[in-house]
């Protein structure tokens, strides 16, 4: 808009200049010659009205707002004298609207620093209302309105304090995972059809997996004499669970639960037709179906044990696992290689499982 009336402004004081060596009655046929123009245009347009531009606007607007309402009015115009009374306000209001803006706009940005302690105490807190976060931050020696607080909340999409404090399944998972246990039963076939029940149970922490048994017949007492050997094995070991989470499948008897409950271990149902509340087993057994019966030819139950064993060993103590950043269940990572030379010698050598099946690889001793 301004580079358009600057334009006009000049072109029109080129206009101006040769007006002046023009006699007045030159000028005043130029005029009629205008004003018949503008009628003919009017004419032709029939009622429909000319669109100005902003800058045509300011520029009529200031050439003509000085001239008195009587005078004005007998201009000929294509729009009322009106119109270009009330364009000259619209320019004046701007103008003065822009000359008192202020200088600096409203309350500043609250720190970052305070905006992540903010979120960090509502993460880790989530029963708190802002009111009790700005109460912490004020012990902190941090010192904001509590405003400021409950608008860091809102521009980062958390709730208020009831609905966040609201136990959720997940929740539930996230907080007990140290002391939770999953289980499940999955199938296979061998070569000559017959169907084998095999039972793991996994520990949500470590993800450390443990494979209780294969059988073509689970029965009560094969599951409960598997509970019993979990049991014991958690004692060897130190495992202190406090959950074990299971599907509704009726191979699991009473005596299971029973078992499990002698050793203060917590026996959770999941939902009707919900593998997801047992995500984490679910995502195991579907790993061992991809890795291994998928891959390799089941002779018979003694096979399946020998291979279930070789990929538990695997699985526990070699293979990566996102869950846990990428460490192995029974191993953290090691420390990164930062020797250049090393780096540019390694020597990476490979062990078979399984008939070269899973791999393996470390570094040459």
């Not at 009017?42 to 309402?69: K, M, S, Y």
């Not at 199938?187 to 494979?211: K, W």
Request: proline residues 6%; aromatic residues 6%.
């Amino acid at each position: 808009m301004l580079l358009r009336l600057a334009y006009l402004v000049v072109t029109n004081v080129f206009a101006l200049l040769r007006l002046l060596p023009m006699s007045d009655r030159d000028k005043d046929a130029e005029i009629l010659a205008l004003r018949h123009q503008s009628t003919v245009l009017e004419r032709q347009l029939g009622g429909a009205r000319v669109r100005f531009t902003p800058g045509d606007r300011a520029f009529l607007a200031a050439l003509l707002h000085q001239l008195p309402l009587p005078v004005l009015r007998q201009v000929r115009l294509l729009v009322r004298p009106d119109t270009v009374l009330r364009w000259h306000r619209d320019l004046a209001k701007r103008r003065h609207a822009a000359s008192s803006r202020p200088k600096q706009p409203g309350r500043p940005r609250t720190v970052r620093s305070v905006r992540t302690l903010v979120l960090r105490l509502v993460r880790e807190n989530p029963n708190w209302g802002y009111r009790r976060l700005h109460g912490e931050l004020l012990v902190l020696g941090v010192k904001v309105a509590a405003s400021t607080v409950w608008k860091i909340l809102k521009d980062a999409g958390v709730d208020p304090a009831p609905g966040r404090s609201s136990s959720t399944w997940a929740s539930f998972l996230r907080s007990q995972a140290d002391a939770l246990l999953a289980c499940d039963f999955f199938e296979t076939v061998t070569l000559s059809g017959a169907r084998m029940y095999v039972l793991a149970v996994i520990e949500h922490s470590s993800r450390r997996i443990r494979i209780l048994g294969a059988t073509a017949h689970p029965t009560t007492s094969w599951v409960t004499q598997a509970a019993k050997n979990l049991v014991m094995d958690l004692e060897d070991v130190g495992c202190r669970a406090r959950f074990m989470i299971r599907d509704r499948d009726r191979k699991f008897p009473g005596l299971f639960d029973d078992v499990l409950k002698d050793a203060g271990i917590e026996v959770i149902l999941t939902g009707i037709q919900m593998p997801r509340t047992n995500s984490i087993m679910e995502r195991w057994v579907q790993t061992c179906r991809h890795e291994l019966p998928d891959r390799t030819l089941i002779w018979n139950q003694r096979h399946l044990l020998h291979a279930l064993r070789e990929f538990e060993q695997f699985y526990n103590t070699h293979r990566p696992h996102q869950g846990i950043a990428n460490a192995r269940p029974l191993h953290p990572l090691p420390a990164p290689i930062t020797d250049p030379d090393k780096l540019t010698r390694l020597d990476i050598r490979r062990r078979d499982r399984l008939g070269s099946l899973l791999h393996e690889y470390h570094h040459a001793a």
